[in-house]
């Protein structure tokens, strides 16, 4: 099965980047417009009834990641564990530098303490995976770039131990082994093994095979499993966040809502493209700074305007700055932060190379070289 040629075409999938913009905007309400007030933690403007529609929309998470199982599997299909690690490096490291700055600076100049990041705080985040050492983000929405730098490392590896051929076996059995080992609550072992998060990532890898090759028994069984985990692990999400917000989180709402991610799947197996406008291109690319740029900015701007403005027009105006600034990311700096990443590899390469030719000269006169001397044996170079 996993032997059967995989078809590389180059037409986006723009159904995908509507996909992308629906998560996003859901994300963003439920920070904005629900999260924002709940424990007085972050925002002072509050929304009510209004806020209560995007109670559940911190489910467009679990959309993310099912789009990122099956646009990282188009990648890894290729079989080149170093062109997929570079393309990654390129996709998500220069906007993630300059969205992590931005926000600390606005944190910086206008921020009244609540979210207050120091300057190491700041820099080790640009290493985009402080929150594996305990470094606090410099944004809340961080967390979810870890789980997905998590999973592309998990696919780069078995690029490089099998190639492509054996992806999809290694993605089913992943996702087996999660589910086993999430019913034995091995807390250290899920986390590594990203056992929450598989059955997306799984299923959104799994919608691939079935668009590039066909769909077979064995994959609509894989999606099955993946789904039936998905509603487990939701529920468990569900009480959690009930026990968390003090908030009555209905699990058979969050059930209905990961349902119907996975039918909206289903539509980009039976390619159903309608004549797309670019609008959903630029809008789709948008998503990953705005993703980045609109938590803890967003919060701040509406704390900044709360005294002068209602809580609708606070919204709206931070909305639309937040958006204006994540496509002027999206369309200007980053694809020139992107010309410069290829120049700093290159550049780092040529360093390493260099100095792994390097030879100190040998001085046999010197103390510090000399057999005899307290430093025993030690050579330069060697």
Same mark, same amino acid.
């Given at each position: 099965m996993d032997r059967e040629p995989v078809k590389h075409e180059s037409k986006r999938i723009i159904l995908l980047d509507v996909y992308r913009v629906i998560a996003?905007?859901? =994300?963003?309400? #439920?920070?904005?417009a629900y999260r924002g007030t709940l424990r007085g933690e972050y925002c002072d403007v509050g929304f009510g009834d209004f806020g209560e529609l995007f109670k559940y929309s911190y489910l467009g998470v679990d959309f993310f990641f099912m789009i990122s199982g099956f646009v990282i599997s188009f990648s890894a299909a290729q079989g080149n564990a170093g062109k997929f690690f570079y393309s990654r490096v390129i996709r998500l490291l220069p906007g993630f530098l300059i969205?992590?700055?931005?926000?600390?600076?606005? /944190?910086?100049?206008?921020?009244d303490g609540r979210m207050a990041v120091s300057l190491w705080t700041y820099l080790l985040?640009?290493?985009?995976?402080?929150?594996?050492?305990?470094?606090?983000?410099?944004?809340?929405?961080?967390?979810?770039?870890?789980?997905?730098?998590?999973f592309y490392a998990m696919v780069g590896v078995i690029l490089w131990m099998n190639g492509s051929k054996h992806l999809e076996s290694c993605i089913r059995l992943w996702l087996m082994a999660s589910i086993?080992?999430?019913?034995?609550h091995i807390r250290g072992i899920n986390r590594i093994a990203l056992s929450e998060y598989a059955p997306l990532f799984s299923a959104g890898a799994t919608f691939y095979f079935c668009y590039a090759q066909k769909v077979t028994y064995a994959r609509l069984l894989t999606l099955f499993a993946s789904f039936c985990a998905t509603i487990a692990w939701t529920r468990v999400?569900?009480?959690?966040l009930s026990t968390f917000y003090e908030q009555d989180f209905d699990y058979r709402i969050t059930i209905l809502i990961d349902a119907c991610f996975f039918l909206a #799947?289903?539509? =980009? /197996?039976?390619?159903?493209?309608?004549p797309w406008p670019r609008f959903w291109i630029v809008a789709g690319t948008a998503t990953y700074p705005l993703y980045l740029l609109h938590q803890h900015m967003g919060f701040i701007g509406m704390n900044f305007l709360a005294?002068?403005?209602s809580a609708p027009v606070n919204l709206s105006i931070v909305l639309l700055v937040i958006v204006a600034l994540s496509l002027f =990311?999206?369309? #200007?700096?980053?694809?020139?932060?992107?010309?410069?990443?290829?120049?700093?590899?290159?550049?780092?390469?040529?360093?390493?190379?260099?100095?792994?030719?390097?030879?100190?000269?040998?001085?046999?006169?010197d103390p510090i070289f000399s057999p005899s001397s307290r430093f025993g044996n030690a050579r330069g170079g060697d």
């Open positions: 996003a905007i859901a =994300v963003v309400m #439920f920070h904005l969205c992590c700055t931005l926000t600390y600076l606005t /944190i910086l100049l206008l921020d985040n640009l290493t985009m995976v402080s929150g594996y050492f305990g470094i606090p983000y410099v944004d809340g929405s961080y967390w979810s770039l870890g789980i997905e730098i998590h086993l080992l999430y019913c034995y999400k569900a009480h959690n #799947f289903v539509l =980009v /197996i039976l390619r159903m493209e309608p005294t002068s403005l =990311v999206s369309e #200007f700096l980053e694809p020139i932060a992107r010309r410069q990443v290829p120049r700093l590899l290159s550049n780092l390469s040529c360093a390493m190379r260099t100095l792994g030719t390097l030879r100190l000269p040998r001085a046999e006169n």
